[in-house]
Structures are given as structure tokens and as C-alpha cells.
């Protein structure tokens, strides 16, 4: 007798494919993938008629960014729980050093998050640079970002002693690239320069309107820095451990692909802002870094997901409140948007249901592949046996209209407001307990846990 089995359903495994069978689960892990009807349990969840997906991993949100984080991960994991993710990414950055504030954000993660999660850290300077074998050995983290949109901000920004320069970042890669322990770099691709003088020239204009930060970030500049991102890590044999996070223009994808017909190592990730909506649909809601662009940027942006270009799909969710996050106009407004809770359901409705993506692409953008690239598989990311029942039992023909309410969130208003999407999970267990059911968030605050890594895989 098994402590849950999920019986009935249709398992969408992207390693075995998608086939019918009951998952049996005893404390926090997968215990038997069995023939439908092949298990018993003191509580059963009938998946009949559903689909049963690897619990979704978000690599790419910012929790405690604009609001602390002990309330982020309380609320936004609440929120994530409803669209069946099962772990966050957290990226996360501050001037100070690491080793000695950390244990404070891990304390405050630690009794607040409902589901596992994971710190990517900032490097902002030579000091962090030097800290990374330290990070890796004392804190569990083993990813970490490359921040070029601060290039030219950092010491102002972050309290460091010099901005980020390529002597910075030529520091933090050969760090990287020394350890034995397997590491990864996420990339924010941007021509500061580029973006700088172009800001200017926009202000001197008087646009304030979204389709100026579209210009003020144009798709060029996006892939020309990837190209010098991806290069300079080359040179210290690391570019298979190089991430591209969101890539938004289609110019990136196709810089990303040619890099990859040349042997690079490098993995491309997408939003789900870049792939569902389009500039001329967007307001100061939308205001994010890189910009929502056209529908020739989002067409592509499916065809590389769907080809293997892309391989992994984030967010970049960030929680606040509409009376903060909408200015006078499209400069006073705040960056980011919440959308953590929605990602499954929006891949679902716009990929797999306009025949852009299969149910076993939809799982592997969705959840394996972010576990293989941030060394979390296959802990995470996985339906097999001795790992980690994190599961979404998803209804795929259930159509809801988006609202705040629906999401969960501490934010009160969302970039798909009004927005039928269709594909919505029914059940999310994380490490065995059941965390969300038919609409009630059952997962209280410290249920989730720090994936210390590396992690040791057998």
C-alpha cells in the first residue's frame, strides 16, 4: 500500500514518452511508475481523462527584488503552486558579499517558501569573483549571472568598487571554468553602450509610449551581446555552461543557432511574455528588460522552441503592486511583471494547443531541461522512480480566464488579465505532499527547500 497514487491518467514523460499509467509516490518521492490500475493507496487522486506532467521548474523569477523576500516566497509560491510549478530559480543580486549575507535570505526562504527553489546569484565584481568557490562549497549555489544591462551601472547601482567591464567578467569566468564542480553562467545579453546613447536620444525626443523601450532595446543589440557573451567564454573553454536567459528577439535565436552549428554549448531560454504577446498589445504593465516585441519576433521565437534552439521556457516574474508598478508614463514605470503561475498554462494554450509544440516538447521546455542545465536533474525535472514527486496533474481542455484572484499572487494585476488560456493543473504535489487541489492552495509557508547543489546522481 502506497502512501498517494495518482491513477487513470496520461503520463507525459519527455525521456519516455507519453503513455497511460498510475504513479505511486511513499514520503517525498516517485515510488513505482506502474500499468493503469497496477497500484493502491491510502489516498488516491483520479487523473482520468488528465495528463500528468513533471512539476514545472521557473529557473528565471526575482523574488525579494521590490518587496522582501520573506514575503515573495510566501505569496509567489503560493501563486506558482496553481499553474503547477514545483520550483523557482530565484536570481538574485546585491553589492554586499555573499558568504556573509546570505544565511540571513536562506533563513527567510527557508520559513516562508510552499515549494523548492534555488538561488542563481548576481557577480558584480572582482570580490564576488573570488567568492565563487566559497559560494559554491558553503552555500549549495552553483549558478550564477552576467549581468550586461548593469555594465556601465553597477558601481553606482550595486555599491561596488567599478562597473561591470569585461575584466570583471574575465575574472568570474575563470573562476568558473577552474572548478571541478559543475557550474553554470546565465547571461542577460544587452549593448549597454548601444542602449545608452539610444536612451538618450529617445528622451531628447519626448517618446514615452511602450513602443520606446522597444526602441530603446532594439533586437540588434540583444544579439550582438550574446555573440560577444557567448565568445568570450569560449576562450575559457566554458561556453557549455553558458545560458542565455530570455531571449526575445529573433535576431538572438538566429545568432543563438548559428553558434550552435558551430559547435558552442549554449542554451537558449525564452519567456512567456516574448512568446504570448506582442508589443502593439502592450502598456506600462508590460514594461519589462528586453521588451515584448513583434509577431515576427514571436513566431520565431516558436519555431526555435519548437526546433531545439530555445530549450527551456521561464518567466522572469516579479511581484508588485499596480499603484507602484504604472508611472506617468513608460520611464517612471517599474520593470517586471508577475508571471510565474501562468507558464504552464499559456505553453500549453498557445503551444500545444495550436499545434506549435507536442506534450512531450510542452514537458521538457516546461521542466526537464531547466533541471539538466541548472544541475538539478534528475532530483527535479523527472517521473521516474527515486526522484522527487514533483508532479502537476494537468487538465488540458479546461479553459479559465485569467484574473489576479485565479493567480494568487500579492500582485494585483497581471499582463493577461481578461486572457482565456487553456490548460490548467488540477493537482501539484511537491516532494509528495499535495500542495494545490481544484482551486485551494494546500502547501503552507516552509513546506519548500533549498536544492543544495551539486547534487550527487547515481
Known sequence: MHDIAITGGTVVSPEQGVFDADIAVD??????????????ADRVIDATGQYVFPGVI???????????????????????????????????????????????????????????????????????????????????????????????????RFGVEQNLLDDVADDFISQLAALDEPTMLAYHAENAEITAHLTEQLHDAGRTGYDAIVDRFPGYAEAQSLVAGAAHTRQHDYDDDFYEVHVSAKETAEELARLQSMGYGVTGETCTPYLCLTSEECDDRMKINPPIRSEEDQDALWNHLEEGTLSIVGTDHIANKHENKV?????????????????????????????????????AVTSTNAAKAYDIYPKKGSLRPGTDADIAVVDIGETKTVTPELLQSSADYTMYTGRKVTGWPTHTLVRGKVAYEDGDVTATPGHGMHIDRPIATE
Request: overall charge negative; charged content about 25%; cysteine-free.
Open 327 to 363: 508611472g506617468e508614463d513608460i520611464w517612471e514605470s517599474m520593470w517586471g511583471s508577475p508571471s510565474t503561475a501562468t507558464m504552464l498554462p499559456l505553453v500549453l494554450s498557445e503551444g500545444y494547443h495550436e499545434d506549435r509544440l507536442s506534450l512531450r516538447r510542452v514537458a
Open 58 to 156: 521557473d529557473p528565471h523569477t526575482h523574488f525579494g527584488l521590490f518587496q522582501p523576500l520573506n514575503d515573495d516566497a510566501d505569496t509567489e509560491s503560493r501563486s506558482g503552486l496553481v499553474g503547477g510549478v514545483t520550483t523557482t530559480g530565484n536570481i538574485f543580486r546585491r553589492g554586499a558579499s555573499y558568504p556573509d549575507i546570505m544565511d540571513e535570505f536562506f533563513d527567510k526562504a527557508e520559513a516562508n517558501y510552499r515549494h523548492d527553489y534555488f538561488f542563481t546569484l548576481g557577480l558584480l565584481s572582482h570580490e564576488h569573483a573570488r567568492q565563487i568557490p566559497q559560494i559554491v562549497d558553503e552555500l549549495g549555489i552553483t549558478s550564477f549571472k552576467w549581468y550586461m544591462n548593469y555594465k556601465l551601472q553597477a558601481a553606482e
Open 27 to 40: 514520503g517525498e518521492e516517485i515510488s513505482a511508475v506502474s500499468t493503469t490500475g497496477g497500484v493502491t
